[in-house]
Nanobody
Framework: QVQLVESGGGLVQPGGSLKLSCAAS????????MGWYRQVPGKQRELVAT???????NYADSVKGRFSISSDNAKKTVYLQMNGLKPEDTASYFC???????????????WGQGTQVTVSS
């Protein structure tokens, strides 16, 4: 009933740019927060950036000044503009959405399937 579809990943050279998107669909009443996390095989998933309904954002120190998170409420979509990509940014990126569903007032958390970002020459 609720799905998150990620896109925008791929192979890019160091210093290049990519823009990830994550579109939510289904029985969502409203969204409280959206974010991006990344994970490398063998390591824990880590926060990249988050954005809440009020518009405030939070970034990991490693991506500050290079990445920018934004959202389109009408499209229920969150974006991650990644500039100045570095090899250490290589990871599987997962979007996360915290939302209320139609028919109830509880808050639920959803995860995308992940999109691979590889930064290499």
């Amino acid at each position: 009933q609720v799905q998150l579809v990620e896109s925008g990943g791929g192979l890019v050279q160091p210093g290049g740019s990519l823009k990830l998107s994550c579109a939510a669909s289904g029985s969502i009443f409203d969204i409280n927060a959206m974010g991006w996390y990344r994970q490398v095989p063998g390591k824990q998933r880590e926060l990249v950036a988050t954005i809440v309904t009020g518009g405030s954002t939070n970034y990991a120190d490693s991506v500050k000044g290079r990445f920018s998170i934004s959202s389109d409420n009408a499209k229920k979509t969150v974006y991650l503009q990644m500039n100045g990509l570095k090899p250490e940014d290589t990871a599987s990126y997962f979007c996360n959405v915290k939302a209320r569903l139609m028919g109830n007032w509880g808050r639920y958390e959803f995860w995308g399937q992940g999109t691979q970002v590889t930064v290499s020459s």
